[in-house]
C-alpha cells in the first residue's frame, strides 16, 4: 500500500559545525554534513511517514573534540506513537552522555527503557565512539545492522563484526527493551585517513531488489560497485543507488544513514603503548583490533 503521508526531504546537504560538548541529534526528516575534528561525517535522515520518526540519529564531542560520539537507534514499528517512544528515548541517551563507557551506556539504557516498555516495543542501538588520539572507534551494537568498512590500504568492503567467546545461553547485545538485564560487548577498531564506515539503519538493508530483500551482504554489494571521494558523495550515492532520491520512491521503513571518514590523527602526546592503554581504561574496552 502506498504511503500517502511520505515527505521527501530536500536533497541538499546543510554544513553544520558542532561546538565542544555539544550533543546533536533528533528523528527527523535531515541531510547535513558535519566537518568535525579528525573525522568528517554525513547523515541522512527519512522517516517513513512524515517528517519525523522511530529512528533516532544523534553525534557529540567532549571536552578538546577527543572523543566524537556518532549512534542510531531504531525503535520497532511506525507512526507517531513510535515516534513518541524514540522522543523519550533520545532524552535518555542524552542523560547518559556523559557516560564513555558505551558497554554501561547500553546496559543503563536497556534497564531504563525496559522499565519504561509498557507498549512492549524495543529498540536496536548502535553507538560508537571515535578517541582522536589513537584513532580508533569503539562500537556497541545492540541487535542492529553491521556497519559496514572501507579500507584504503587494500580497497576492499567487509561488515564490521567481532568473535565473542562466550556460552551459547549467555544473554548479551539483545536489543533494547527486551530482557533485563543484558550485558553489551565492546570492541575497538583502528581507522586511518582514506578509510570510511557506514552505519545504517535496517531501512537500508531491507531494500528489496528484484522481489527479494537485500539483506547486510546484499547492501554491502551494492556499495562494492560505487566510487567515492568523500563521506559526502559516498553517502549520496549509496541513497542514489537504492533510488532514495527519487520523489516517486516510497520508503518501506524510517531511513538513516551515517557516513565516517577519518582524517589524520591528533598529534602524539604520549607513547602509542600509553594512549592505548589510556583509552582501554577509560572506554572499558575488551578487545582491539
Known sequence: ???????????????????????????????????????????????????????????????????????IADVAGHGAEVADVASR??????????????????????????????????????????????????ICNAGHPRPMLYRAATQTWTLIDHDIETKVDDLMNLPLGVIEPTDYYQFAIRLYPGDYVALYSDGFSDVRRDGFRLGEQGLL??????????????????????????ESNVPIDDETLIVLAPKAHMPPR??????????????GVIRIQ
Not at 554489494?221 to 527519487?246: N, P, Q, W, Y
Request: charged content about 20%.
Open 1 to 71: 500500500m502506498a504511503n500517502s503521508e511520505h515527505n521527501p526531504i530536500d536533497a541538499t546537504t546543510d554544513v553544520v559545525h558542532l561546538s565542544c560538548m555539544e550533543i546533536w541529534g533528533g528523528n527527523r526528516n535531515i541531510q547535513e554534513s558535519f566537518p568535525l575534528p579528525g573525522i568528517d561525517a554525513w547523515l541522512r535522515a527519512r522517516a517513513y511517514s512524515g517528517t519525523s520518526g522511530g529512528d533516532i540519529h544523534y553525534l557529540s564531542t567532549c571536552a578538546h573534540a577527543e572523543v566524537l560520539r556518532f549512534a
Open 89 to 138: 528515548f533520545k532524552r535518555l541517551i542524552v542523560k547518559h552522555i556523559n557516560k564513555l563507557d558505551q558497554s554501561r551506556l547500553a546496559k543503563a539504557l536497556n534497564a531504563e527503557f525496559h522499565h519504561d516498555n509498557a507498549g512492549g516495543r524495543f529498540v536496536t542501538t548502535l553507538l560508537t565512539s571515535y578517541y582522536r588520539p589513537t584513532g580508533h572507534l569503539v
Open 221 to 246: 554489494d551494492v556499495v562494492r560497485a560505487l566510487t567515492f571521494d568523500s563521506a559526502s558523495e559516498l553517502g549520496e550515492k549509496i541513497c542514489a543507488s537504492l533510488g532514495m532520491h527519487d
Open 270 to 283: 604520549f607513547p602509542l603503548k600509553t594512549r592505548l592503554k589510556a583509552m582501554a581504561k577509560v572506554l
